[in-house]
């Protein structure tokens, strides 16, 4: 009922299917774990922020949005 709702103003998002493939798209294409691996860091392992964030930025060639939520 939240997430993606949005991107019904968006002709190549209009639908579901349009918006879950797109997403599905775009996992392929930025194969994160990859780009990750290529930068160095490891799954199970802590990284500061930074260095995620300057992995992701070369990988992708992109400036990605990194938001942290801490449990507590």
Not at 23 to 43: E, F, H, N, R, V
């Amino acid at each position: 009922m939240k997430h993606g709702t949005c991107s019904k103003s968006l002709p190549a998002l209009d639908s579901e299917l349009k918006y879950f493939k797109q997403g599905l798209d775009w996992s392929k294409q930025y194969a994160l774990s990859d780009i990750l691996d290529q930068g160095g860091i490891k799954p199970n392992a802590s990284y500061p922020v930074n260095q995620i964030w300057h992995t992701l930025r070369t990988g992708l060639g992109k400036n990605p949005h990194i938001d942290c939520y801490y449990e507590s």
